[in-house]
């Protein structure tokens, strides 16, 4: 680590032209991280710009720098995405540790001369950057990105480093991701990084209200449709899932990120070790999968749905109809009955 900080210390003493991005379908996580980084970098004296490869939900349009945010999916943003990726001296990849999370994204990155680097807490990284922050004990891409300014500036204190937009997104991500730190990835590290974090004086109330109670009438409504009609227990595998058609989700005019978190709601339900949600969109199936204990969803996600991500919480995908696909899944569940069953 000391060398790569070395390393970037000299890349960076002069101004570059730096392309962020991170996975579709960003989080919290994946958007306070890139954004605070960002915002890091652009005190340094570069030019920065980040990229999403696909929309993001609306209750985190208020972070700090997203107003400049490219979405590479929308056709009146390709073009310039692609030259400013042509025209980076640097990419840095946050919050995914597979180009393929890129969705068509990737190849662009891939295909790029400029070289890459990594900040990460996934398993399993590609090999695909020149510098690779990465520590699967982090439990948040946004814990990598405060520890990697404090290293980068030697220690100073906080309050030196950091100012409140950018310390707003750096909580931003680390308090979604340890589930506002009821998660078992809460470590003295997080707690720390979090009242340095909060010596700037920024107020954590807000970030949380704007996160989680700022959804417009009609999300609650599809929530309370989700819930009520389409959650199903399996008690014998300690199991529920719930499955979204491409249609339901017109119905209730759902935009990209309304859906996110509802897979959690499952873990609520009495004596159920594993949730999952099958979400049909754009001609595919993205699955979100939610565990307790000692019940590993990146297992099973990486051997039956092309997926990965963390013990805990992971994801895939199918390109199977969305039927197809739940069968697929139900068809597994005796093979883990036993592991469902004795998880504490």
Same mark, same amino acid.
């Given at each position: 680590?000391?060398?790569?900080?070395?390393?970037?210390?000299?890349?960076?003493?002069?101004?570059?032209?730096?392309?962020?991005?991170?996975?579709?379908?960003?989080?919290?996580?994946?958007?306070?991280?890139?954004?605070?980084?960002?915002?890091? /970098?652009?005190?340094?004296?570069?030019?920065?710009?980040?990229?999403?490869?696909?929309?993001?939900?609306?209750? /985190?349009?208020? &972070?700090?720098?997203?107003?400049? !945010?490219?979405?590479?999916?929308?056709?009146?943003?390709?073009?310039?995405?692609? %030259?400013?990726?042509?025209?980076?001296?640097?990419?840095?990849?946050?919050?995914?540790?597979?180009?393929?999370?890129?969705?068509?994204?990737?190849?662009?990155?891939?295909?790029?001369?400029?070289?890459?680097?990594?900040?990460?807490?996934? &398993?399993?990284?590609?090999?695909?950057?020149?510098?690779?922050?990465?520590?699967?004990?982090?439990?948040?891409?946004?814990?990598?990105?405060?520890?990697?300014?404090?290293?980068?500036?030697?220690?100073?204190?906080?309050?030196?480093?950091?100012?409140?937009?950018?310390?707003?997104?750096?909580?931003?991500?680390?308090?979604?991701?340890?589930?506002?730190?009821?998660?078992?990835?809460?470590?003295?590290?997080?707690?720390?990084? !979090?009242?340095?974090?909060?010596?700037?004086?920024?107020?954590?109330?807000?970030?949380?209200?704007?996160?989680?109670? #700022?959804?417009? /009438?009609?999300?609650?409504?599809?929530?309370?449709?989700? &819930?009520?009609?389409?959650?199903?227990?399996?008690?014998?595998?300690?199991?529920?899932?719930?499955?979204?058609?491409?249609?339901?989700?017109? %119905?209730?005019?759902?935009?990209?990120?309304?859906?996110?978190?509802?897979?959690?709601?499952?873990?609520?339900?009495?004596?159920?070790?594993?949730?999952?949600?099958?979400?049909?969109?754009?001609?595919?199936?993205?699955?979100?999968?939610?565990?307790?204990?000692?019940?590993?969803?990146?297992?099973?996600?990486?051997?039956?749905?092309?997926?990965?991500?963390?013990? #805990?919480?992971?994801?895939?995908?199918?390109?199977?109809?969305?039927?197809?696909?739940?069968?697929?899944?139900?068809?597994?569940?005796?093979?883990?009955?036993?592991?469902?069953?004795?998880?504490?």
């Amino acid at each position: 680590m000391n060398q790569i900080i070395e390393e970037l210390r000299s890349f960076l003493s002069q101004p570059q032209k730096i392309v962020i991005t991170t996975h579709r379908d960003p989080d919290a996580d994946a958007l306070g991280s890139s954004l605070g980084w960002a915002s890091y /970098l652009l005190k340094k004296g570069h030019e920065v710009t980040v990229i999403s490869p696909t929309d993001y939900a609306a209750n /985190l349009r208020w &972070l700090s720098g997203m107003e400049h !945010v490219l979405v590479y999916e929308k056709a009146s943003e390709q073009g310039k995405c692609k %030259k400013k990726i042509e025209q980076a001296t640097l990419i840095c990849c946050l919050d995914f540790s597979a180009l393929s999370r890129l969705k068509d994204l990737g190849k662009v990155v891939q295909d790029a001369a400029a070289p890459k680097m990594m900040i990460d807490h996934h &398993l399993e990284p590609e090999h695909f950057a020149k510098w690779m922050v990465w520590d699967t004990t982090a439990a948040a891409t946004a814990q990598l990105v405060y520890e990697l300014v404090k290293e980068m500036e030697g220690g100073l204190p906080a309050d030196q480093i950091f100012d409140i937009p950018m310390a707003e997104c750096l909580y931003a991500g680390i308090m979604t991701d340890t589930g506002s730190f009821r998660h078992g990835n809460v470590t003295p590290a997080v707690h720390l990084a !979090v009242a340095d974090l909060m010596r700037t004086g920024f107020d954590s109330s807000r970030v949380h209200r704007l996160i989680y109670d #700022n959804a417009p /009438l009609s999300r609650l409504q599809f929530l309370g449709y989700v &819930l009520s009609q389409k959650l199903v227990v399996l008690p014998e595998y300690r199991t529920a899932y719930m499955v979204l058609t491409e249609a339901e989700l017109q %119905k209730f005019n759902s935009a990209s990120g309304e859906t996110e978190g509802i897979v959690n709601y499952g873990l609520q339900v009495e004596n159920v070790v594993m949730s999952a949600m099958f979400i049909e969109r754009k001609g595919e199936v993205k699955i979100s999968f939610r565990s307790v204990g000692t019940f590993s969803v990146r297992d099973l996600a990486s051997a039956h749905f092309s997926g990965g991500g963390h013990k #805990n919480a992971s994801g895939g995908r199918s390109e199977q109809s969305v039927n197809e696909t739940v069968a697929r899944f139900l068809s597994i569940l005796p093979a883990y009955r036993e592991e469902l069953l004795s998880v504490d």
